[in-house]
C-alpha cells in the first residue's frame, strides 16, 4: 500500500528532477526564461491581477450587503472561507506613492542663510527665533530645520573628549611670549568672603603677564585677565604662535574665553586631568602669594589712611601689584643675578 501524497507533492513527483511541484529547470525554454519578479508577482494573491487581486475590500462589502438585501446576514470572514480566500487579501491595499517635496521658497531659504552667516554659533531654534522677530515671518521650527538639512547647512556639536592635551610633563618653552600658563584660585577677606584671582604667567622666565582680581568668577574674569595680559604684551594676532595653557576648569572651556582665543589667533592646550604638574609654574606663583602675602593679611577693608571707600579688592590688587615684579626688564635683571635653571621645567 503506497504513501498518500498531498496532490501537489504528486503532480511535482511526475517531473523528474523535480522538487515540490516546482518547475524543471532543465525544462523548456519558455519556462526557464521567464522573469522571476514576475513569477513572484503571480504567485502573490494580493499583487496578481486575478479574481483574488480584483476582490477588494469593497468587492466583498458590495457582496455582504447584496446579500443582507436578500435576507442573509453573514460575516467578512464566512465569506472569504466560502470563497476560499485570506482576509488579508480582503484588506490589502497598495502603499501609496510618497508625495513630491513642495520646493522651499527661494526668499526663505535666503533669510535662514543671512542669519547663519551673522550668527554661525546658532541652531535651528534661535533662527526661527531671530526670524520670527526681525522678519515678522510665521514659520515652523521644524521647517527651518528640513531647510537646513537640505542645503547642508548643518554644524554638528563638537565632540566631547578631543581637547588638545599638553605632550608630557615636561616641556621646554625656548622663548618670551611662546606659552604662558593661566588659573584661577580664591582668596578669603572678612569683609568681602570669597574671591577670586585669575593669573597668567610666561613659562619661559616665570614672568606675571597679567591678572585680574574680583567678587565674581564669570567667564568675563578670565577673558578680561588674558586681554589685558594681550594687550599690555603687545601681542600681535597671528605672528607670535602663543599657546595658552590652562586646566579643564569651566571658565577656560567658555564660550567667551574662546572668542579672546579665537580673536587673536592664539592656541589652546589642556592639561591631563588630575594633573597639576603640568601647569606647575601658575600653581607655584599662587602658592607664594597666599604664603607670602594673602594669608598674612586679613583684607578687612579699611587700611589706616585709606577711609571707607577702600574694598577688599582694591585693596588685594594693590597689594599685588607692589609685591610682584611690574616690568619684564627687572625680571630678566633679577634672573641675571641668580644660577638659572635648565629651560623647560613645565
Known amino acids: 500500500m503506497g504513501r498518500y501524497l498531498p496532490e501537489g507533492r504528486r503532480t511535482g513527483l511526475e517531473g523528474a528532477g523535480s522538487r515540490r511541484g516546482r518547475p524543471d529547470r ?15 508577482r503571480e504567485r502573490n494573491p494580493k499583487k496578481s491581477k486575478g479574481l483574488v487581486g480584483e476582490l477588494r475590500g469593497d468587492r466583498i462589502l458590495t457582496l455582504q450587503g447584496q446579500l443582507l438585501e436578500d435576507g442573509i446576514r453573514t460575516s467578512i470572514r464566512i465569506i472569504c472561507s466560502v470563497l476560499g480566500y485570506n482576509r488579508s487579501n480582503v ?17 526663505l531659504v535666503e533669510a535662514i542663510r543671512d542669519v547663519i552667516e551673522r550668527f554661525p554659533e ?9 526670524l520670527r522677530r526681525e522678519r515678522k515671518m510665521i514659520i515652523n521650527r521644524k521647517k527651518v530645520h528640513r531647510i537646513v538639512k537640505e542645503q547642508g547647512w548643518q554644524r554638528w556639536k563638537r565632540p566631547y573628549g578631543n581637547r588638545p592635551r599638553a605632550k608630557g610633563m615636561k616641556s621646554v618653552t625656548p ?8 588659573d584661577m584660585t580664591h582668596v578669603f577677606t572678612q569683609k568681602d568672603g570669597w574671591c577670586n584671582l585669575v593669573a597668567l604667567i610666561d613659562c619661559h622666565d616665570r614672568y606675571l603677564v597679567g591678572w585680574r582680581f574680583s567678587k565674581s568668577g564669570k567667564a568675563g574674569l578670565s577673558s578680561g585677565a588674558l586681554e589685558d595680559a594681550l594687550i599690555r604684551e603687545k601681542i600681535v594676532p597671528g605672528q607670535h604662535g602663543l599657546v595658552i595653557r590652562s586646566d579643564n576648569g569651566l571658565v577656560f ?4 574665553f574662546h572668542e579672546t582665543i579665537t580673536k587673536y589667533k592664539l592656541t589652546q592646550e ?11 609654574m601658575i600653581e607655584r606663583f599662587f602658592r607664594s602669594f597666599k604664603e607670602e602675602c594673602a594669608w598674612q593679611r586679613s583684607f578687612l577693608g579699611n587700611a589706616p589712611g585709606s577711609g571707607p571707600s577702600w574694598t577688599s579688592t582694591m585693596l588685594i590688587t594693590g597689594l599685588l601689584t607692589g609685591w610682584i615684579i611690574t616690568t619684564r626688564s627687572d625680571r630678566i635683571r633679577l634672573l641675571d643675578m641668580l644660577p638659572r635653571p635648565k629651560s623647560g621645567t613645565y
Open 26 to 40: 532543465a525544462g523548456d525554454q519558455g519556462t526557464q526564461g521567464h522573469d522571476r519578479r514576475s513569477l513572484r
Open 253 to 256: 572651556g567658555s564660550k567667551r
Open 270 to 280: 589642556y592639561i591631563t586631568p588630575y594633573t597639576p604638574e603640568q601647569n606647575g
Open 122 to 130: 546658532y541652531g535651528t531654534r534661535r533662527i526661527t527665533v531671530v
Open 91 to 107: 484588506y490589502y491595499a497598495p502603499k501609496a506613492k510618497p508625495k513630491k517635496a513642495i520646493p522651499p521658497d527661494p526668499q
Open 175 to 182: 622663548q618670551i611670549n611662546s606659552r604662558w600658563a593661566i
